[in-house]
């Protein structure tokens, strides 16, 4: 199926602990997200990344990494996670810079830290 | 900064009656997209506008963006339980390939 997934859907970790997800995309796009939700349900940009560019959105704590091995890949990595962090983080990927067709989201990845 | 407002955050209707919400802007806006998100589920795009004063149907679903390009809103005619969601309006910035998306406007259904 073409679609955007990403890996584990549910994370529970404890404080302090670093763990990383992982996003795929087969669509295609040439542009890759990560946007964390949190229990308001308000939807966040962190990064966006394509081949050429990696733009942070500047309130995400350095604790935050993206790594791309390839244009299909979006992995987020988080270091000494902290009970803020507790969220649901989305990836999402589009044609284009500009995201003029749309995002195309994964299911999410609800992480709980305890 | 750009800001939009989402309203109302909340809707409650029953089965069958019409629901509106909308996004308001402080500048004008390049584009604006729209979003669902089913409870539990991750966010689907529905639609972009572009154009001042565009109007864009599917279904029971009717998109505007209006004629100074700071104001948009989704109409749902005659509503049912599967449109239970949260329903977000999205925009970028000039020359940006990130999103912002408005707060949301989380819509229930009462059969």
């Known amino acids: 199926d073409t679609a955007v997934s990403q890996t584990p859907k549910y994370l529970v970790t404890q404080m302090g602990n670093d763990k990383s997800i992982k996003c795929e995309q087969n669509l295609g796009h040439d542009t890759m997200y990560w946007y964390k939700q949190d229990s308001k349900k308000f939807l966040k940009i962190m990064f966006s990344?394509?081949?050429?560019?990696?733009?942070i959105n500047e309130t995400v704590p350095n604790r935050f990494s993206p790594k791309s091995p390839d244009k299909a890949h979006l992995n987020l990595h988080i270091n000494s996670l902290e009970l803020g962090d507790s969220a649901v983080y989305f990836c999402?990927?589009?044609?284009?810079?500009?995201?003029?067709?749309?995002?195309?989201f994964g299911s999410g990845t609800r992480l709980t830290v305890v | 900064g750009q800001q939009v407002m989402q309203i109302p955050q909340y809707q409650h209707v029953q089965e069958g009656e019409d629901f509106t919400t909308y996004c308001n802007s402080s500048t004008t806006l390049s584009n604006i997209q729209w979003y669902k998100q089913r409870p539990g589920g991750h966010p689907v795009f529905l639609i972009q506008?572009?154009?001042?004063?565009e109007v864009k149907k599917q279904k029971r679903l009717t998109f505007q963006f209006g004629e100074a390009k700071k104001n948009s809103s989704l109409h749902i005619t005659a509503t049912q339980t599967t449109d239970v969601g949260t329903y977000f309006c999205a925009y970028s910035g000039a020359g940006s390939y990130q999103l912002t998306f408005g707060k949301g406007t989380k819509l229930s259904v009462i059969p």
């Open positions: 999402a990927s589009s044609q284009g810079g500009d995201g003029i067709y749309g995002y195309t």
């Open positions: 506008l572009v154009k001042s004063g």
């Open positions: 990344y394509n081949n050429k560019e990696l733009i």
